[in-house]
C-alpha cells in the first residue's frame, strides 16, 4: 500500500516535471526567437518612438511629452514595450535601445525646437541595467552635447523599484545629472514596495502616480485615499504630481479638484508620431483651452 503511494506520487512528480519542462522550453524558446528578432530590428531601425503629451490641469496646455520606444516585427506585428523591454534587459539589448531611445528623443526635441516650436520636455524610460552602467551619466551628457539638447528639456523617468535596487549608485548618478539640469520623474509611483526616504536623496521633479491607482480612484475610496496622499506627499516635498492613465473628464475633474498638478492618459492623447503630437501641440496652444 505504501509502496503503491510512493509510486503514485513519483509517477505524480515525474509527469509534474515534464509538464513544467514543456512549459519552460516553450516559454524559453519564445524568448529566444523575440530576443532574435529584436536584435535584428535594432541593427535595421526598426524601432521608433511615440511621444504622450503631458497636460497641466490649471492652464490646459500641453507642458511635455514622454517618449516610448514602439517595436513593429514584420511577422508578429506590433509588440508591446511590457513584452519586449523585460527581454531586452535581460539580453543586455537594452543598453542599446537605451542608448537609441535617448538620442532618439533629444534629436526630436532638439528639431522641434529648429522648427521654432515652444521648448518641450521630452521624458525618457530607463531602466535598471541601463542606469547601472559605468557611465550612464556620462553617455546622457554626450547625447545632449552632440544633439544640441539644452539639458533642462530632458527628463529621465525612474522606478521606485529601480531606486531600490541600487539607490547610492542612482543617487550619484542623478546628483550629476541634476547639476547638470536634467530633470528627474519617479514613474509608477506607490507601486514600488520600497521605503521613502529615498525620495530625500534624489532632486525629484515630478512624481508620477501609478496608473493603477487612477483608474480605481473613483469606485474605490481606498485608492482615492493613496492618490490624495501622494499628492500631498510630493506636494510637502516640492515636487510636482502627475496622474498617469487619465482616461476620462470625470478623472480629471476629481484630479483638479485634489491639487493634482498634470495629467498624462488616452482621455487627452495616446502616444502618437512626432508630427501627430506637432499638431497636437499647435492645435492645443491655439486653443488655450482649460482641460477641465
Ligand atoms: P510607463 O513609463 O509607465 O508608460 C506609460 C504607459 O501607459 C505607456 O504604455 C502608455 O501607452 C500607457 N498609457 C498612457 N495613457 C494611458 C491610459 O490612459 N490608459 C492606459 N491603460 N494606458 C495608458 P507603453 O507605451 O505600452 O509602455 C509600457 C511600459 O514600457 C512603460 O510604462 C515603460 O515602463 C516601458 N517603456 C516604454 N518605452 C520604454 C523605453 O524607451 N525604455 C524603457 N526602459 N522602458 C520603456
Ligand atoms: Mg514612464
Ligand atoms: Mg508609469
Ligand atoms: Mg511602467
Known sequence: NADAAMYRAKELGRNTF???????????????????????????????????????????????????????????GHIAPDRFIPVAEESGLIISIGDWVLRAACAQARAWLDKGLRPICVAVNVSARQLLQQDFAVVVLRCLAETGLPPELLEIELTETL?????????????????????????????????????QNFRVDTLK????????????????????AAISLGHNLQFKVLAEGVETLEQCRFLAEIGCDEVQGYFFSKPVPSTEFEALLSMRDAQAQQLV
Request: contains cysteine.
Open 209 to 228: 502616480i501609478d496608473k493603477s491607482f487612477i483608474a480605481k480612484m473613483l469606485s474605490d475610496s481606498g485608492n482615492a485615499a493613496i492618490v490624495r
Open 163 to 199: 531606486i531600490a535596487s541600487d539607490t547610492e549608485r542612482a543617487a550619484e548618478t542623478f546628483g550629476c545629472l541634476s547639476a547638470s539640469g536634467v530633470k528627474l520623474s519617479i514613474d509608477d509611483f506607490g507601486t514600488g514596495y520600497s521605503s521613502l526616504s529615498y525620495l
Open 18 to 76: 515534464q509538464f513544467y519542462s514543456r512549459e519552460l522550453g516553450e516559454e524559453a524558446m519564445r524568448r529566444v526567437d523575440l530576443e532574435t528578432r529584436l536584435r535584428v530590428a535594432i541593427q535595421n531601425g526598426r524601432l521608433s518612438l511615440a511621444y504622450q503629451p503631458k497636460v497641466s490641469l490649471k492652464s490646459g496646455a500641453i507642458v511635455g511629452c514622454e517618449a516610448l520606444v514602439r517595436w513593429h516585427d514584420p511577422e508578429l
